[in-house]
């Protein structure tokens, strides 16, 4: 069965320093897709970046990477130059397969606090 | 933004009596989504739909029933609230991108059965 496992319940990190935010999947299936979504207090669920499994490159979106490591099955989330506004929870999720239900299994999520 | 809308935005109810949520779509997307969630487990998927009429069961089904009539409205209903219901409910819309097929989520509703 597939699993999403985020072992960082909370983080601290410094305005303008990067921060790294793990996420570990499990899965049997060699194709799938991974996501991170943001959250901030407000409550909203914001996408922020994919990757899919037979991406080469590691995925970028502006301030957002994801290290992809596929034998370790981790995806990492990087988080350059961070901002106050960068204070929220972060969930890894994944979805198995190429098929367009989309389905989603989530971890349990991260809370980052980003110091002035 | 992705046009979602979810009614009511808070509800709270007592033990027992029926609730039915709203997710409404303005963006023709074919697949909906019916999340809760809860401290500790995230978001966890309760039902899905990948068109109308047709919809499936997700990871906790159990107590809960949907209806898609529309391709704009999926309704999320407790036919019976229990106080193991009270969570935060979230409806999301699949992105059509293929391969990618990203969710975007509705503002939630927060359900407190009393």
């Known amino acids: 069965a597939q699993k999403i496992t985020q072992t960082q319940p909370g983080m601290f990190v410094q305005e303008k320093e990067a921060v790294t935010l793990d996420c570990t999947y499990d899965?049997?299936?060699?194709?799938?897709?991974l996501f991170w979504y943001k959250q901030p207090s407000s409550g909203e669920m914001i996408f922020l970046i994919y990757?899919?499994?037979?991406?080469?490159q590691n995925a970028t979106e502006g301030r957002y990477s994801l290290n992809f490591q596929k034998a370790r099955k981790s995806a990492n989330l990087v988080i350059s130059a961070s901002q106050l506004g960068d204070s929220a929870m972060y969930f890894c999720?994944?979805?198995?397969?190429?098929?367009?239900?989309?389905?989603?299994?989530f971890g349990q999520g991260t809370t980052l606090q980003v110091k002035p | 933004d992705a046009g979602i809308t979810q009614s009511p935005r808070h509800k709270v109810t007592e033990t027992g009596t029926p609730v039915t949520l709203r997710c409404h779509q303005t963006?023709?997307?074919?697949?909906m989504y019916w999340y809760r969630q809860d401290p500790g487990h995230g978001l966890r998927l309760i039902h899905y739909?990948?068109?109308?009429?047709?919809?499936d069961k997700g990871e906790v089904s159990d107590g809960y029933s949907v209806s898609r009539s529309k391709t704009e409205d999926f309704l999320l209903t407790l036919e019976s609230a229990t106080s193991s219901q009270t969570s935060v409910y979230f409806c999301?819309?699949?992105?059509?991108?293929?391969?990618?097929?990203?969710?975007?989520f509705g503002p939630g509703t927060r359900l407190t059965v009393l």
């Open positions: 739909s990948y068109g109308v009429k047709d919809t």
């Open positions: 999720a994944m979805r198995e397969g190429t098929s367009n239900t989309g389905k989603l299994i």
């Open positions: 963006e023709n997307h074919r697949y």
């Open positions: 999301a819309i699949s992105g059509e991108r293929e391969f990618v097929y990203e969710q975007f």
């Open positions: 899965t049997s299936d060699q194709s799938y897709g």
């Open positions: 990757q899919g499994s037979y991406d080469e």
